[in-house]
């Protein structure tokens, strides 16, 4: 009996299950092999997955956002550029709708498919463009995008300084009488060597800095900092008020001199150097300057300074400049004899507003941005706050502090 069984199942007996098996393995492969090529809906044989399949030949992508960028921003006005690249999708009766987050954020009847979107706030976005039918069915999508957008609060960079000169900025603004609301002020401290006017800006981190990126005149054109924006350093000493700009500006333009300078790109700084006497005076009058700085177009054109009120040609200032990869550098001394009776003393408190007048294509003034939120010019009542203080040698304090720190090691 048993032989008889063994016989019975030689190979050629179980030929017909071996055959059956390989065919099930067939099968299977096959079957993960087209689930990876099609959408896994394609196998439902619902109508809706075949007109996914019928145009799948559309591509979709958005070129931007980037996948994983990470937007670091310093005001809610900046957006994220979308741009959308397509295939055959033109000439359709569909829509091309955008949705972030889950959420439509702008409906393209046509192209060109780019798009400046302002975010909602800080977070993590994805972002897919569908093609849409006239029901809002999706008949494809794009690929998604997954970005982070960050807001920095780079607005003032100011320095922590000892408990001394903390004390008393404190105390400097305890008093004063100033317009908090038109942002925080700006500490400018004295300086016992002067900055060397020369264009380069390497004397300049000792001393706090301002970003100059609230987008002020004509805002609606502001969309980036990479479009304008900048940083502003100042000191001071019995001399005369020094600053240093560095602009980020994508198109340079500064055709202009004289009382012309702020139709082309250039800097603005208003003072308002008594606060408390005419506090209730909206418009510029005998205590207000407003100063326009030029970088000069670095081809026959020089750098210079105009005080556009009261209209007239400075005294004794001294400027430099420099064009950067990015836009231009701004060095410049103002002595004191230009603001007539005022100059700066310890623990002083005034108006002071920075600007960035751009012009990039345009034969006037496209976008101003400010350090204040918001500027205009001939109105003292929206203007930031400086405030001057004599905290010593600066140079002096961060040298000790670095023998200290390699004493320590
Ligand atoms: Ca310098
Ligand atoms: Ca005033
Ligand atoms: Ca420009």
Same mark, same amino acid.
């Given at each position: 009996?048993?032989? !008889?069984?063994?016989? *019975? ?34 196998? %439902?044989? %619902? ?10 030949? *559309?591509?979709?992508?958005?070129? %931007? ?19 959308? !690249? ?10 091309? !709708? ?56 780079? $607005? ?6 000892? @408990?001394?000169?903390? #004390? ?9 009488? *100033? ?13 016992? &060597?002067?900055?060397? +006017? ?9 001393? =706090? ?24 350093? $100042? ?36 003072? =308002? &150097? ?6 209730? +005076? ?5 205590? =207000? ?41 701004? #060095? ?23 600007? @960035?007048?751009? $012009? ?10 400010? $350090? ?5 010019? *001939? ?10 203080? =004599? ?7 961060? !040298? ?5 720190? %390699?004493?320590?090691?």
């Amino acid at each position: 009996m048993r032989r !008889k069984y063994n016989k *019975y199942t030689s190979i050629a007996d179980r030929f017909p299950f071996i055959a059956f098996i390989i065919i099930l393995g067939l099968s299977i492969f096959f079957l993960f092999v087209f689930a990876e090529r099609f959408p896994l809906n394609f196998f %439902s044989g %619902s109508q809706a997955s075949q007109i996914v399949k019928e145009t799948s030949d *559309y591509s979709i992508y958005i070129i %931007s956002p980037s996948n994983k960028q990470v937007f670091e921003f310093v005001n809610e006005n900046e957006s994220v550029p979308v741009e959308i !690249k397509s295939k055959d999708i033109e000439n359709l009766d569909y829509k091309l !709708k955008l949705l972030a987050n889950g959420e439509a954020i702008r409906t393209f009847n046509s192209p060109p498919y780019e798009y400046n979107w302002n975010p909602p706030g800080p977070g993590e976005y994805e972002m897919v463009a569908n093609l849409v039918d006239d029901n809002d069915r999706v008949i494809a999508s794009s690929n998604s995008v997954s970005f982070i957008v960050q807001y920095t609060s780079q $607005t003032l960079e100011t320095i922590e300084r000892s @408990i001394d000169i903390e #004390e008393k900025k404190k105390l400097a603004l305890k008093d004063a009488v *100033y317009r908090a609301q038109n942002g925080a002020p700006i500490f400018s401290f004295k300086c016992y &060597t002067p900055p060397v +006017i020369d264009g380069v800006i390497d004397e300049w981190d000792i001393y =706090d800095r301002a970003q100059i990126a609230n987008p002020t005149i004509k805002k609606e054109n502001f969309s980036s900092i990479k479009d304008c924006s900048g940083i502003i350093y $100042t000191c001071w000493d019995d001399d005369a008020f020094y600053f240093a700009v560095i602009v980020t500006d994508d198109v340079f333009s500064q055709n202009y001199t004289g009382n012309q300078i702020n139709n082309g790109d250039s800097v603005k700084l208003v003072f =308002d &150097t008594d606060l408390e006497g005419d506090f209730n +005076i909206p418009f510029y009058n005998s205590d =207000d300057f407003d100063i326009d700085f030029s970088p000069g177009n670095f081809a026959g054109i020089l750098p210079e300074a105009f005080i556009y009120f009261p209209s007239r040609a400075p005294v004794g200032v001294e400027i430099k400049s420099a064009k950067t990869a990015g836009g231009y550098i701004i #060095e410049a001394k103002i002595p004191w004899e230009n603001f007539i009776s005022f100059g700066a003393r310890d623990m002083l408190v005034a108006g002071f507003t920075a600007s @960035i007048f751009d $012009t990039d294509n345009l034969e006037t003034t496209e976008l101003v941005v400010s $350090t204040s939120p918001q500027f205009e010019i *001939y109105n003292v009542t929206i203007l930031g706050t400086i405030v001057f203080i =004599d905290g010593g040698d600066l140079m002096l304090t961060i !040298k000790t502090e670095d023998e200290t720190g %390699s004493g320590e090691e």
